[in-house]
Structures are given as C-alpha cells and as structure tokens.
C-alpha cells in the first residue's frame, strides 16, 4: 500500500458507526517507592509513596481509545460500570473522547468497576492490586444490555465484541444469545476478541493469539508456531466456527483466513525496547475500522500491522496508534525497501 492508499481508507473512517460490548476497565498507572523510612503512626508500618497517576482506558475501554486515536469519532460503549470512584473516571475519559454511553448500565451495587493498578517500582511493573475481579453480572441487568445492543445495532456499521476476565460481561450462555442477535443483523461486520469463550462465536471474525488457538483447539502450541501450523490449525478451528479468523503472531505478523483466501503480512523489524501490552486491542481497533470502511483483507493487515507496530514502541502506557504516526512508520519501513 502507499500512504495515499492509507490515507483514503483513514478518510472513511470519519462516517463509520463502530460499537464495543464487553470488559471495560481503567489501567491505571503510578509510580512507586517502598523504601520511604516513612513509619505510619497509626499502624507503624512503612508507608510507601505513590507518585504520577496517569489513568487511560483499559481492556474492552483500549479498544474504544484506540478507534478513536484513528479517527473513528462515532463510537458506542455498550456494558456496565459501577457507580464508584473507577466508574466515574471511566465515563469522564469516555466523555473526554466524545463516546456514547447511552447503552452502558451505571449499576449502583453488586458490581466493582474493573481497575488494573500498574505500579512502576524502579522502571519495572510491581505487583497490581485490582478490583472487579470478582463481579457477576445478575440477568435482569444483562437484559437491559441486550435491548441496548438490539437498538445500537439498528445504526452501526460494525461490532467489536470483547472479553478478558475470568468473570465476563460475555458468559458462555450468553454468547449463545449473542450469536441469535448477530444473526439478524447481517450487515453488520463483527470482529469477536474473547479469551476464554470465542470458540463459541459463530460466523462471525475471530481474532486470536497462537496461544489462544491452541487453548481452543484443546491442543498443545509449539513454542515457536511456524506458518503452515497456523494455516493448518486455524483452518481447522474454522471447520467449528463457521467464520473467518485473524491471527496474530507477534513479531511474525498477522494472518487472515476465510473461505475464498488466505492472506499474511510479516511482522516489522523494531529496534529497542518494546511493551507488547495493549498491542492485540491496536489490531482488533484498526482491523475493524478498516474492514467497516471497505478495505480489502490484505488492506486491513497492512495498516493493522503497522499500528501495532507503533503502539508497542510507546512504554509504560496502554498506547494507540494515529494515522500520522502510522504513516512515519510506513515511511521508514518502506525507505529500508
């Protein structure tokens, strides 16, 4: 692709109507020192120093800041928050960045807005501290988000549908709800990212990691998965899943399976230190928007790998990838040619 290619597809983003259901989190990130010499009087213990709070979207809440960092200005968040001091952090960044929150479900009690803490203790992550880990959402309150969804899905061009934690919004009986909705809207693109309960998604486009391939697979996964063992397995999770598939395989790129084609692009070549964290969000967020303003597959690939690319070189932060900086990276990668 040229940059003018980049740019035209870039250029339909600004009509695209994308919506995202799923985990939604605050990262939050701080720096720490424990050795402080600093003794609480009420518990004498040390008391440790926290310093630089920086708060961004995390999980299902990366995925909406990445779309947005791209140009994607109609967006949707559809799921639930909690009525606390994260939940209003989070509908502060959404309003920030100009998101729709009609359809997220403000819940006064029984649910935890989910918070990853990432202390940085001498340049290295500490140990996190979250919450919402332990959230069950009750049903009366998944079926305020269904009809939700029923009605944004009326205007959307594209779902993106998430899943991270151990306790989803998105449960295994709930997918299969999710499947009867998705159904009735076939002109909708779907792009699923769920860790544990994707290999119930039906129809729709998958995007996995070698790991989760083979997790839902029930196989065992190589160390190094090579090409032929991604085509060979993904073609046979499609057999069960009915839809295509987009796999990621780090700095060996990103492969794209359907019924009429098969389509790679290899990883670039990055120099120094890299935080992969976030960087399958950046994929998920650029292939979406991509696929939804009518680029073709292997167009998708090339400006998805490219942002990725971009977001993992940002440290200590859940990065994203603009057109701008997608297009530099495609300028220096292109000048090695």
Known sequence: MTSTDIKTVFQRFTSLKVGVIGDFAIDLYFTLQTKTGEISLETDLEVFWGSKPRAFLGAAGNVVQNLVALGVSNIQAIGCVGNDLYGREMQYLFRSLGVQTQYLQVLNSDWDTCLYTKPNQSGKEANRIDFG????????????????????????????????????LLTENRVTMLN?????????????DMRDVGKLIQRATLKVNTAELAKFL???????????????????FRE??????????GQAGILYLD?????????????????TVGAGDTVVATWAACIG????????????????????????????ASLSEILALHSIDHSND
């Open 218 to 236: 029930s196989i065992e996964s190589p160390e190094h998965p090579d090409l032929d063992w991604c085509v060979r397995q993904g073609n046979l």
């Open 180 to 192: 009867a909705l998705m159904a009735r809207f076939p002109k909708v693109r779907f792009l699923v």
């Open 133 to 168: 880990i332990a959230n069950k959402l009750d049903e009366a309150v998944f079926s305020d988000v269904i009809i939700g969804l029923e009605q944004a899905l009326g205007e959307l061009d594209v779902l993106i549908i998430n899943q991270q934690f151990a306790n989803p």
């Open 240 to 249: 069960q899943s009915g839809g295509p598939l987009l796999i990621t395989r």
């Open 293 to 320: 303003a009518g680029a073709t597959p292997q167009q998708a690939l090339t400006i998805a790998n490219l942002a990725a690319a971009v977001t993992v070189q940002k440290l200590n932060q859940t990065g994203t």
């Open 259 to 275: 019924d009429y084609e098969t389509q790679l692009v290899e990883g670039l070549s990055l120099q120094g230190e890299l935080d």
